[in-house]
C-alpha cells in the first residue's frame, strides 16, 4: 500500500461513518447517533492531525514550500471543519434533525473538495518525494496516536 492509498481509504472510512451517524439521525436514534458522531470526530480530527503534525510537515521541508503553498490552505480549510463538530453535537443533543442535515450539508461539500484537492495533487507530490521511505512512512501512520 502507498501512502496516497492509505490516507486516500482513510478519507473513506471517515465518510462511512459520517454515513452512519445521518442515517441514525433519519431514524430518530438520537443515541447511537451521539456514539457514532463522537467516532466520526474522533477519527476525521485525528486524520487531520495526522497531516499537520506528521504529513505536512515533512512536505513543507523536503519541497521547501517555506510556510506557504498548498498544505496552507489545507490547514485552514481543516480548522473551517473543525468549527462545525460543536454545531454538530449541539443538534445531536437538541434531536434538532433539520440543523443537523443543514450543517452536514456544508461540511461535507467542504471535506470532498478538500478531499480531492489532497488525494488528486497534495498525495500525489508527497508519494514522489517519500516513494523511498513509504514502509516507513506507513507504519508510522498506522501507529500514528492521537488524543
Ligand atoms: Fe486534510
Ligand atoms: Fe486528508
Not at 453535537?89 to 452536514?104: N, P, V
Not at 497534495?122 to 512512512?137: A, G, S
Request: charged share 30%; aromatic share 10%; with cysteine.
Amino acid at each position: 500500500m502507498t501512502i496516497k492509498e492509505y490516507m486516500t481509504q482513510n478519507h473513506k472510512e471517515c465518510d462511512e461513518l459520517l454515513a452512519q451517524v445521518e442515517s441514525e439521525v433519519a431514524n430518530k436514534n438520537w443515541d447511537k447517533a451521539i456514539e457514532l458522531n463522537d467516532l466520526f470526530k474522533n477519527e476525521t480530527l485525528k486524520h487531520f492531525d495526522m497531516e499537520e503534525s506528521y504529513l505536512f510537515p515533512m512536505f513543507e521541508e523536503r519541497a521547501s514550500t517555506g510556510g506557504c503553498g498548498p498544505t496552507q490552505v489545507m490547514r485552514m480549510e481543516h480548522d473551517q471543519a473543525r468549527t462545525v463538530f460543536p454545531k454538530l453535537e449541539e443538534s445531536l443533543k437538541e434531536k434538532d434533525s433539520d440543523r443537523y442535515f443543514g450543517l452536514t450539508e456544508s461540511l461535507m461539500i467542504l471535506i470532498q473538495q478538500h478531499n480531492l484537492k489532497e488525494e488528486q495533487m497534495l498525495y500525489t507530490m508527497i508519494q514522489n518525494l517519500f516513494n523511498d521511505e513509504n514502509e516507513t512512512i506507513i507504519e508510522a501512520l498506522k501507529n500514528y496516536e492521537f488524543n
